[in-house]
């Protein structure tokens, strides 16, 4: 579904996003061959990227979550990160892979990085679907990327407004009326 009505562009189509994660995965794969690899997903935005790129990876991997919620209101987060729900397992000693639907200004990612880097894991790397690089405040390492895109209100895939339209199959740029940001 893509509720093109709500939507003033489709910036990625169904298709093209799975295109992208397969292509990714056949890297992931190679790059992670022979290893354990522990995907983790960071709620609520990631739980379509983790399911779908989780899926078009032949190999066993292992997935745990956390949930993390950035002070402030609006629409831009400040940086000052706050875990909701933390990862159930210990990481030290594993290959960790994070997941994240968007950097945009990369302070969550950069924050989680540091967090996760002094739990000792054998290594850390990101996946990113998306990255907004006018938008970025910190210099973030992404592995994997998906697709950079402009710095517009977008929606679909993970990414809510007002926790609507992460169901989307699509992401789109949401119609300036309905958003408030
Ligand atoms: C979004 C997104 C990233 C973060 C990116 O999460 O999923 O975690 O913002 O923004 P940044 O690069 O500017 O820090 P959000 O806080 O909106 O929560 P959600 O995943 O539950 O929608």
Not at 11 to 16: A, E, H, R, V, W
Not at 156 to 172: H, K, P, T, W
Request: hydrophobic share 45%; aromatic share 6%.
């Amino acid at each position: 579904m893509c509720l093109i009505d709500d939507l003033e562009s489709v910036l990625l189509t169904d298709d093209q996003i799975q295109d992208k994660l397969r292509e990714v995965a056949r890297r992931i794969e190679a790059d992670y061959a022979g290893r354990d690899v522990l995907l983790i997903g960071v709620l609520k935005g990631a739980i379509m990227v983790m399911a779908d790129l989780a899926r078009h990876l032949e190999m066993p991997v292992s997935i745990d979550f956390m949930a993390v919620s950035s002070y402030g209101a609006g629409t831009t987060s400040s940086g000052v990160v706050r875990i909701m729900k933390d990862l159930d397992r210990d990481i030290a000693g594993k290959h960790v892979l994070l997941v994240e639907d968007i950097v945009d200004s990369g302070l969550t990612i950069n924050w989680l990085l540091r967090n996760l880097r002094s739990r000792q894991p054998a290594s850390l790397d990101v996946f990113a679907l998306l990255r907004k690089p006018e938008a970025l405040k910190v210099d973030v390492p992404v592995r994997y990327l998906g697709f950079d895109i402009p710095s517009e209100f977008v929606v679909g895939y993970g990414l809510d407004y007002a926790e609507r339209y992460r169901n989307l199959r699509c992401v789109g740029v949401l119609r300036p009326e309905l958003h408030a940001g």
